[in-house]
């Protein structure tokens, strides 16, 4: 884990990590990166830092500054971390393949897996996600579950299997939710006042999670609950 006293700078052409009290000064294992740097970001874990340039995405130890992966991703402009570090998430620009359909622009990589030698990295989900404002999936605190939000409803997912949705909350006209912090695993959405009818959630099965819906007065709860298979 990095110097909790550590901090960070980007500039349109640089971008150095350093060590505050009671050394005060550039960690020395950084390579510093060079070209256009659109963003970077700690892993909230402190363990890690990831930057992206225009040939692509890196991320080191952020303690000593050692590179520990690169993957030559173009166009990413944001990144961020899962709550411990095991997943590292890319936005890139939107756009769109030789069909016109829209690319997979949201992808999430696992930071640390073992490689062949000469193997390529692949993601483990590619989305498509138009918009930069609440682009990245939620974790749950202990990285098992999280979720994305399509229109009218809430995807969740197995965090090691993003082909598959685990499960799903349908709720009308739904604009924001949030996964609780800690291990009680509660979910909060969020949906502008109108004239609708309350969202309905199946309650079978195991792996509860609990619902709360906010409408800008006081909330209701229910359970989220695995389906039946």
């Given at each position: ?7 960070a ?30 963003c ?10 990831a ?14 500054g ?10 990413v ?11 590292l ?46 682009w ?13 939000l ?16 685990w ?60 389906p039946?298979?």
């Amino acid at each position: 884990m990095a110097n909790p006293l550590q901090f960070a700078y980007r500039t349109q052409k640089a971008i150095g990590i350093f060590d505050a009290e009671p050394v005060y000064e550039a960690v020395p294992g950084f390579v510093k990166p060079e070209g256009n740097l659109r963003c970077c970001v700690y892993s909230p874990c402190g363990r890690y830092f990831a930057f992206a340039t225009n040939d692509g995405v890196g991320v080191v130890d952020a303690s000593v500054g050692h590179a520990i992966t690169f993957m030559p991703i173009q166009a990413v402009f944001d990144l961020s971390f899962s709550p411990r570090g095991t997943f590292l998430s890319t936005w890139e620009r939107p756009a769109k393949d030789e069909n016109g359909d829209a690319t997979k622009n949201l992808k999430i990589w696992r930071t640390i897996e073992d490689l062949e030698v000469e193997a390529e990295k692949q993601p483990l989900g590619r989305f498509v996600q138009k918009s930069q404002s609440g682009w990245n999936l939620q974790y749950t605190d202990d990285e098992r579950f999280c979720a994305r939000l399509v229109t009218n409803e809430v995807q969740f997912y197995n965090s090691d299997d993003l082909t598959t949705v685990w499960n799903k909350l349908r709720a009308e006209g739904v604009a924001d939710f949030a996964i609780a912090p800690g291990l009680n695993r509660n979910v909060a959405v969020f949906i502008p006042e109108r004239k609708v009818k309350s969202p309905f959630c199946s309650r079978p099965a195991t792996e509860p999670m609990r619902l709360t819906y906010l409408t800008g007065s006081t909330g209701s709860g229910q359970d989220l609950q695995r389906p039946s298979i």
